[in-house]
């Protein structure tokens, strides 16, 4: 166990829908990262969030958004969701703003299937 | 184009057995590389971190190598366990500060059988 928890665990909705991911950190970690991870893409970051702040952006969509809250949980938006958004979504956290040497922690991960 | 390339695409061994996975990449400029264990379904979990002046790093049974000069990693897994079976994942970072980037190589699946 990492410590990082996400929810739901599955999500089934349909396309247009929007969809709320939450993730809780480990006690103490200022960062939360977002992976997307599809089979015929692998894994993909989409974007980090240190201390409230948008520290770093990746592949994410411009139907996505993310925001950190001041209890340091983090929630993705997904909307207009399509096919092609179903994927297993992971949520990862570090200690401080990701420095080199700083170990990330994963996430269970959110399951989301569009149909 | 900021790629990275991991082979063999999926490896069956016998337990006890020591395995080498590959990890080339063409990220520049280069920040560090990371090997990541995930087992199906689940969260990837850390192995090791290596920035540009480090070359060995060992975690129990993984000992991750990095070439930068060839832009080439290796991670060795010696004794192998049932456990080990799993997919490993090579992550570069490249960029510089604030303007980073991470660069997934699409994994080695390992099957360890009894």
């Known amino acids: 166990d990492s410590g990082v928890t996400q929810t739901p665990k599955h999500l089934i909705t349909a396309t247009g829908q929007r969809v709320t991911l939450r993730c809780s950190p480990r006690?103490?970690?200022?960062?939360v990262y977002w992976y997307q991870q599809s089979l015929d893409q692998g894994l993909q970051f989409l974007i980090q969030?240190?201390?409230?702040?948008?520290?770093a952006k990746g592949n994410i969509l411009e139907r996505f958004s993310a925001q950190q809250f001041p209890d340091l949980h983090s929630e993705l938006n997904l909307s207009s969701l399509e096919l092609g958004d179903s994927a297993l979504y992971f949520c990862?956290?570090?200690?401080?703003?990701?420095?080199?040497?700083?170990?990330?922690?994963f996430g269970p991960g959110t399951r989301l299937l569009v149909l | 184009k900021n790629q990275v390339e991991q082979s063999p695409q999926s490896l069956i061994i016998l337990e006890g057995k020591n395995c080498t996975l590959q990890?080339?990449?063409?990220?520049?400029?280069?920040?560090?590389l990371r090997w990541y264990k995930q087992d199906t379904g689940r969260g990837p979990v850390s192995l090791t971190i290596?920035?540009?002046?480090?070359n060995t790093k060992s975690n129990g049974r993984y000992t991750a190598t990095l070439d930068a000069d060839t832009k080439q990693s290796s991670l060795h897994i010696t004794a192998s366990q049932l456990s080990d079976s799993a997919s490993y994942i090579c992550?570069?970072?490249?960029?510089?500060?604030?303007?980073?980037?991470?660069?997934f190589g699409t994994g080695t699946r390992l099957k360890v059988l009894a």
């Open positions: 992550v570069v970072r490249g960029g510089g500060s604030g303007t980073y980037k991470y660069i």
């Open positions: 990890c080339n990449y063409t990220v520049s400029p280069f920040s560090n």
């Open positions: 990862a956290s570090s200690p401080l703003q990701g420095a080199l040497q700083e170990t990330r922690y």
């Open positions: 969030y240190y201390n409230g702040e948008e520290r």
């Open positions: 006690s103490g970690d200022l960062s």
């Open positions: 290596m920035t540009f002046s480090e």
